[in-house]
Protein backbone atom coordinates (compact mmCIF):
# COMPACT_ATOMS: atom_id res chain seq x y z
CA UNK A 1 0.00 0.00 0.00
CA UNK A 2 2.64 2.34 1.04
CA UNK A 3 4.68 1.65 -2.75
CA UNK A 4 1.72 2.57 -4.59
CA UNK A 5 1.02 5.71 -2.49
CA UNK A 6 4.73 5.98 -3.07
CA UNK A 7 4.37 5.62 -6.77
CA UNK A 8 1.56 7.65 -7.11
CA UNK A 9 3.26 10.74 -5.28
CA UNK A 10 6.21 10.03 -8.13
CA UNK A 11 3.84 10.06 -10.85
CA UNK A 12 2.14 13.14 -10.08
CA UNK A 13 5.34 14.85 -9.33
CA UNK A 14 6.28 14.10 -13.02
CA UNK A 15 3.54 15.55 -14.43
CA UNK A 16 4.36 18.73 -12.00
CA UNK A 17 7.86 19.30 -12.32
CA UNK A 18 7.64 21.06 -15.48
CA UNK A 19 4.89 22.81 -14.91
CA UNK A 20 3.93 26.20 -13.53
CA UNK A 21 1.60 26.50 -10.68
CA UNK A 22 0.15 29.40 -9.12
CA UNK A 23 -0.03 28.32 -5.46
CA UNK A 24 -1.31 31.03 -2.31
CA UNK A 25 0.74 31.89 0.54
CA UNK A 26 -0.61 30.50 3.33
CA UNK A 27 2.43 31.36 6.10
CA UNK A 28 5.67 33.20 6.12
CA UNK A 29 8.81 33.02 7.99
CA UNK A 30 12.41 34.27 8.23
CA UNK A 31 13.44 32.21 6.16
CA UNK A 32 10.99 30.35 4.11
CA UNK A 33 7.35 31.33 2.36
CA UNK A 34 4.52 28.28 3.12
CA UNK A 35 2.56 27.82 0.22
CA UNK A 36 -0.70 26.08 -0.46
CA UNK A 37 -0.30 24.57 -4.53
CA UNK A 38 -3.37 21.83 -4.24
CA UNK A 39 -1.05 19.42 -3.44
CA UNK A 40 -1.47 16.96 -0.63
CA UNK A 41 1.06 18.93 1.78
CA UNK A 42 2.22 22.55 1.20
CA UNK A 43 5.47 23.63 -0.71
CA UNK A 44 7.95 26.18 0.52
CA UNK A 45 9.84 28.34 -0.94
CA UNK A 46 13.60 29.96 0.48
CA UNK A 47 12.92 34.06 1.07
CA UNK A 48 16.33 34.62 -0.05
CA UNK A 49 15.00 33.06 -3.43
CA UNK A 50 12.16 35.48 -3.54
CA UNK A 51 14.00 38.31 -2.44
CA UNK A 52 11.45 39.74 -0.05
CA UNK A 53 8.78 38.37 2.29
CA UNK A 54 5.25 38.06 0.43
CA UNK A 55 2.12 38.55 2.16
CA UNK A 56 -0.16 36.10 3.30
CA UNK A 57 -3.29 35.28 0.56
CA UNK A 58 -0.12 36.40 -1.98
CA UNK A 59 -0.52 34.53 -5.23
CA UNK A 60 2.67 33.19 -6.02
CA UNK A 61 4.02 31.36 -9.60
CA UNK A 62 6.38 27.82 -8.39
CA UNK A 63 7.02 25.19 -9.49
CA UNK A 64 7.98 22.13 -7.71
CA UNK A 65 11.63 20.71 -7.24
CA UNK A 66 11.31 18.18 -4.81
CA UNK A 67 8.32 16.23 -3.83
CA UNK A 68 9.00 16.13 -0.71
CA UNK A 69 11.73 17.23 1.86
CA UNK A 70 12.46 15.80 5.43
CA UNK A 71 10.21 18.08 7.03
CA UNK A 72 7.49 16.74 5.04
CA UNK A 73 6.95 20.00 2.32
CA UNK A 74 7.17 19.99 -1.00
CA UNK A 75 10.47 22.28 -2.25
CA UNK A 76 9.40 24.76 -4.63
CA UNK A 77 10.93 27.30 -6.54
CA UNK A 78 10.38 30.78 -8.17
CA UNK A 79 13.62 31.05 -10.23
CA UNK A 80 12.16 27.62 -12.25
CA UNK A 81 8.87 29.02 -12.77
CA UNK A 82 10.29 32.21 -14.56
CA UNK A 83 12.69 30.08 -16.93
CA UNK A 84 9.87 28.24 -17.51
CA UNK A 85 7.45 31.03 -18.44
CA UNK A 86 10.01 32.89 -20.65
CA UNK A 87 10.46 29.70 -22.11
CA UNK A 88 6.58 29.17 -22.91
CA UNK A 89 6.58 32.29 -23.79
CA UNK A 90 9.37 32.48 -26.27
CA UNK A 91 8.31 29.24 -27.60
CA UNK A 92 5.03 30.90 -27.83
CA UNK A 93 6.64 33.68 -30.39
CA UNK A 94 8.51 30.95 -32.25
CA UNK A 95 5.38 28.82 -32.98
CA UNK A 96 3.41 32.14 -34.45
CA UNK A 97 6.38 33.31 -36.15
CA UNK A 98 6.68 29.71 -37.77
CA UNK A 99 10.27 30.18 -38.98
CA UNK A 100 13.74 30.15 -37.57
CA UNK A 101 17.29 31.00 -38.70
CA UNK A 102 20.49 29.52 -36.70
CA UNK A 103 23.57 27.49 -37.11
CA UNK A 104 24.29 23.91 -37.10
CA UNK A 105 26.21 23.21 -33.84
CA UNK A 106 26.03 19.63 -32.91
CA UNK A 107 25.55 16.42 -34.60
CA UNK A 108 23.18 14.13 -32.16
CA UNK A 109 21.42 10.70 -32.53
CA UNK A 110 18.85 10.81 -35.51
CA UNK A 111 19.78 14.92 -36.70
CA UNK A 112 21.20 17.55 -35.13
CA UNK A 113 21.08 20.29 -32.49
CA UNK A 114 20.89 24.04 -33.79
CA UNK A 115 21.21 27.40 -31.90
CA UNK A 116 18.97 29.58 -33.07
CA UNK A 117 18.56 33.60 -32.99
CA UNK A 118 16.22 33.04 -30.13
CA UNK A 119 19.00 32.04 -28.02
CA UNK A 120 17.76 28.51 -27.41
CA UNK A 121 18.72 24.88 -28.60
CA UNK A 122 16.40 23.08 -31.34
CA UNK A 123 16.54 20.01 -33.23
CA UNK A 124 16.52 19.37 -36.66
CA UNK A 125 15.89 15.77 -37.91
CA UNK A 126 18.12 14.16 -40.36
CA UNK A 127 15.35 13.60 -42.74
CA UNK A 128 14.71 17.24 -42.37
CA UNK A 129 18.00 18.70 -43.35
CA UNK A 130 17.33 18.68 -47.15
CA UNK A 131 15.15 17.49 -50.17
CA UNK A 132 18.00 15.13 -50.94
CA UNK A 133 19.43 12.79 -48.15
CA UNK A 134 21.85 13.94 -46.75
CA UNK A 135 24.96 12.23 -47.34
CA UNK A 136 28.24 14.07 -45.52
CA UNK A 137 26.75 14.60 -42.57
CA UNK A 138 29.48 16.79 -40.91
CA UNK A 139 29.29 18.90 -44.10
CA UNK A 140 26.53 20.73 -42.25
CA UNK A 141 27.86 21.56 -39.10
CA UNK A 142 28.49 25.01 -38.67
CA UNK A 143 26.12 26.16 -41.57
CA UNK A 144 23.57 28.93 -40.47
CA UNK A 145 20.21 27.92 -41.79
CA UNK A 146 16.75 28.63 -42.24
CA UNK A 147 14.24 26.34 -41.11
CA UNK A 148 10.25 25.82 -40.17
CA UNK A 149 8.94 25.10 -36.52
CA UNK A 150 7.20 21.46 -37.21
CA UNK A 151 6.64 21.19 -33.49
CA UNK A 152 6.69 22.79 -29.47
CA UNK A 153 6.21 20.43 -26.76
CA UNK A 154 6.37 22.61 -23.88
CA UNK A 155 6.54 20.00 -21.20
CA UNK A 156 9.59 18.31 -22.59
CA UNK A 157 10.70 22.34 -23.81
CA UNK A 158 11.51 20.54 -26.77
CA UNK A 159 10.97 22.53 -30.34
CA UNK A 160 11.76 20.34 -33.98
CA UNK A 161 12.60 22.45 -37.11
CA UNK A 162 12.40 21.23 -40.88
CA UNK A 163 14.39 22.92 -43.05
CA UNK A 164 13.18 20.46 -45.72
CA UNK A 165 9.82 21.48 -45.22
CA UNK A 166 10.58 25.12 -45.45
CA UNK A 167 12.58 24.24 -49.13
CA UNK A 168 9.58 21.65 -50.24
CA UNK A 169 7.01 25.24 -49.58
CA UNK A 170 8.96 27.53 -51.53
CA UNK A 171 9.39 24.96 -54.36
CA UNK A 172 6.03 24.58 -54.38
CA UNK A 173 5.61 28.43 -54.46
CA UNK A 174 7.76 28.66 -57.11
CA UNK A 175 6.47 25.83 -59.71
CA UNK A 176 2.79 27.43 -59.09
CA UNK A 177 4.57 30.90 -60.85
CA UNK A 178 6.97 28.74 -63.27
CA UNK A 179 3.91 26.95 -64.56
CA UNK A 180 1.99 30.32 -64.90
CA UNK A 181 4.63 31.56 -67.12
CA UNK A 182 5.45 28.57 -69.07
CA UNK A 183 3.44 27.63 -72.68
CA UNK A 184 3.46 24.80 -74.68
CA UNK A 185 5.95 24.34 -77.65
CA UNK A 186 8.66 26.72 -75.16
CA UNK A 187 11.94 25.79 -75.45
CA UNK A 188 13.55 25.77 -71.59
CA UNK A 189 16.56 24.63 -70.16
CA UNK A 190 16.75 21.98 -66.76
CA UNK A 191 18.73 20.43 -64.89
CA UNK A 192 18.15 16.24 -65.05
CA UNK A 193 17.23 15.05 -61.26
CA UNK A 194 16.88 11.14 -62.47
CA UNK A 195 17.21 8.57 -65.16
CA UNK A 196 15.53 5.68 -65.65
CA UNK A 197 14.56 3.51 -67.65
CA UNK A 198 11.76 4.81 -69.30
CA UNK A 199 12.74 8.61 -69.28
CA UNK A 200 14.79 11.13 -68.31
CA UNK A 201 13.04 13.33 -65.40
CA UNK A 202 14.24 17.23 -65.68
CA UNK A 203 13.45 19.99 -63.23
CA UNK A 204 12.55 22.88 -64.83
CA UNK A 205 12.74 26.15 -62.48
CA UNK A 206 11.13 24.07 -59.75
CA UNK A 207 8.44 22.28 -61.90
CA UNK A 208 8.89 18.28 -62.59
CA UNK A 209 9.01 17.01 -66.12
CA UNK A 210 9.34 14.10 -67.95
CA UNK A 211 11.10 13.60 -71.29
CA UNK A 212 9.87 9.86 -72.04
CA UNK A 213 12.41 7.76 -73.56
CA UNK A 214 10.16 7.66 -77.59
CA UNK A 215 11.27 11.16 -77.28
CA UNK A 216 14.79 11.03 -76.45
CA UNK A 217 16.36 11.03 -80.20
CA UNK A 218 14.52 10.67 -83.72
CA UNK A 219 16.22 7.60 -84.51
CA UNK A 220 14.42 5.95 -81.51
CA UNK A 221 17.60 4.21 -81.08
CA UNK A 222 19.24 6.08 -78.12
CA UNK A 223 18.59 5.16 -74.18
CA UNK A 224 17.91 7.72 -71.47
CA UNK A 225 21.43 6.73 -70.18
CA UNK A 226 22.89 7.71 -73.71
CA UNK A 227 22.31 10.97 -73.94
CA UNK A 228 22.67 12.72 -70.10
CA UNK A 229 23.57 11.91 -66.80
CA UNK A 230 22.55 13.21 -63.30
CA UNK A 231 22.88 17.07 -63.09
CA UNK A 232 23.45 18.03 -66.72
CA UNK A 233 21.81 21.29 -67.88
CA UNK A 234 20.01 20.03 -70.79
CA UNK A 235 17.30 22.07 -73.40
CA UNK A 236 13.77 20.02 -73.64
CA UNK A 237 11.00 21.10 -75.36
CA UNK A 238 7.37 21.18 -73.26
CA UNK A 239 5.06 18.74 -75.26
CA UNK A 240 2.20 19.13 -72.53
CA UNK A 241 1.57 20.87 -69.26
CA UNK A 242 -0.22 19.14 -67.13
CA UNK A 243 -1.64 21.96 -64.69
CA UNK A 244 -3.82 19.55 -62.19
CA UNK A 245 -0.69 17.64 -61.69
CA UNK A 246 1.90 21.02 -61.53
CA UNK A 247 4.33 18.61 -64.02
CA UNK A 248 5.76 18.69 -67.88
CA UNK A 249 5.59 16.26 -70.80
CA UNK A 250 8.74 17.24 -72.42
CA UNK A 251 10.83 16.27 -75.64
CA UNK A 252 14.54 16.24 -76.17
CA UNK A 253 14.16 15.33 -79.81
CA UNK A 254 11.69 18.10 -80.51
CA UNK A 255 14.27 20.92 -80.00
CA UNK A 256 15.93 19.82 -83.34
CA UNK A 257 14.45 19.80 -86.96
CA UNK A 258 13.12 15.71 -87.48
CA UNK A 259 16.12 15.07 -90.14
CA UNK A 260 13.04 13.01 -92.09
CA UNK A 261 11.85 16.30 -92.96
CA UNK A 262 15.13 16.55 -95.21
CA UNK A 263 16.21 12.83 -95.57
CA UNK A 264 16.57 13.25 -99.01
CA UNK A 265 19.47 15.32 -98.93
CA UNK A 266 21.14 13.54 -95.99
CA UNK A 267 21.12 10.33 -97.76
CA UNK A 268 21.07 8.95 -101.35
CA UNK A 269 21.06 5.28 -102.24
CA UNK A 270 25.17 4.20 -103.06
CA UNK A 271 26.78 6.76 -100.89
CA UNK A 272 29.14 5.82 -98.28
CA UNK A 273 28.00 5.92 -94.17
CA UNK A 274 29.27 4.90 -91.65
CA UNK A 275 27.01 3.78 -88.04
CA UNK A 276 27.36 2.66 -84.84
CA UNK A 277 25.27 -1.06 -84.32
CA UNK A 278 22.27 0.20 -81.68
CA UNK A 279 20.79 -2.98 -81.20
CA UNK A 280 20.20 -6.42 -82.73
CA UNK A 281 16.94 -8.48 -83.92
CA UNK A 282 15.93 -11.67 -85.37
CA UNK A 283 16.37 -10.03 -88.44
CA UNK A 284 19.38 -7.85 -88.85
CA UNK A 285 21.29 -4.84 -87.20
CA UNK A 286 19.66 -1.37 -86.46
CA UNK A 287 22.46 0.78 -87.60
CA UNK A 288 22.48 4.45 -85.57
CA UNK A 289 23.78 6.59 -88.42
CA UNK A 290 24.52 10.49 -88.64
CA UNK A 291 21.91 13.39 -87.94
CA UNK A 292 20.01 11.34 -85.47
CA UNK A 293 18.53 8.45 -87.77
CA UNK A 294 18.32 4.97 -87.81
CA UNK A 295 20.13 2.73 -90.31
CA UNK A 296 19.11 -1.07 -90.61
CA UNK A 297 20.93 -3.81 -92.37
CA UNK A 298 19.23 -7.17 -92.59
CA UNK A 299 21.14 -10.03 -91.66
CA UNK A 300 20.58 -11.45 -95.32
CA UNK A 301 22.43 -8.61 -96.63
CA UNK A 302 25.67 -9.81 -94.32
CA UNK A 303 28.18 -12.28 -95.92
CA UNK A 304 28.57 -15.41 -94.16
CA UNK A 305 29.84 -15.73 -91.04
CA UNK A 306 29.87 -11.94 -90.13
CA UNK A 307 28.65 -10.65 -86.88
CA UNK A 308 28.44 -7.20 -85.85
CA UNK A 309 29.55 -6.06 -82.47
CA UNK A 310 27.03 -3.79 -80.24
CA UNK A 311 28.30 -0.05 -80.01
CA UNK A 312 31.01 -1.14 -82.78
CA UNK A 313 31.24 1.62 -85.72
CA UNK A 314 31.03 -0.01 -89.43
CA UNK A 315 31.05 1.29 -92.74
CA UNK A 316 28.22 1.05 -95.05
CA UNK A 317 26.42 1.56 -98.37
CA UNK A 318 22.69 3.10 -98.79
CA UNK A 319 20.40 0.64 -100.53
CA UNK A 320 17.25 1.95 -99.86
CA UNK A 321 14.89 5.10 -97.99
CA UNK A 322 12.29 3.44 -96.23
CA UNK A 323 10.36 6.74 -95.09
CA UNK A 324 7.18 4.43 -94.07
CA UNK A 325 9.03 2.97 -91.62
CA UNK A 326 11.29 5.66 -91.04
CA UNK A 327 14.80 3.93 -91.72
CA UNK A 328 17.86 3.78 -94.27
CA UNK A 329 18.03 0.39 -95.34
CA UNK A 330 22.20 -0.60 -95.67
CA UNK A 331 24.37 -2.84 -97.65
CA UNK A 332 27.69 -4.35 -96.67
CA UNK A 333 30.42 -2.40 -98.45
CA UNK A 334 33.24 -4.71 -99.70
CA UNK A 335 36.12 -4.81 -97.04
CA UNK A 336 34.70 -2.74 -94.51
CA UNK A 337 37.66 -1.15 -92.38
CA UNK A 338 36.25 -1.16 -88.41
Known amino acids: MEGEFAKLLEESFNRLKNEVIT ?55 VNCARSLKEWQQLAD ?20 KVQIEEGITVFLPMSQVDIMPVTKPDDWLDREIEAKVLSVDRKRKSIVISRRKLLEEERAKKRKETIKKLKEGDIVEGTVKNIVDFGIFVDV ?3 DGLVHKTDISWSGLKTPF ?8 IKVKIKKIEHDKER ?45 VAGYIPATALPKGVKLKYHHRYKFIVDTIDKEKRRVVLKWQENPQK
Open 23 to 77: GTVVKVTDREAFIDFGWKSEGVVPIKELGYKPQIGEKIDVCVVEPETEEGYALLS
Open 205 to 207: DGV
Open 248 to 292: LVLSLKDVKEDPWEKIEELFKPGMEVEGTVAKEDKKGYWIELPGD
Open 226 to 233: DVAKIGDR
Open 93 to 112: EIEKKGIVRGRIRQRVRGGY
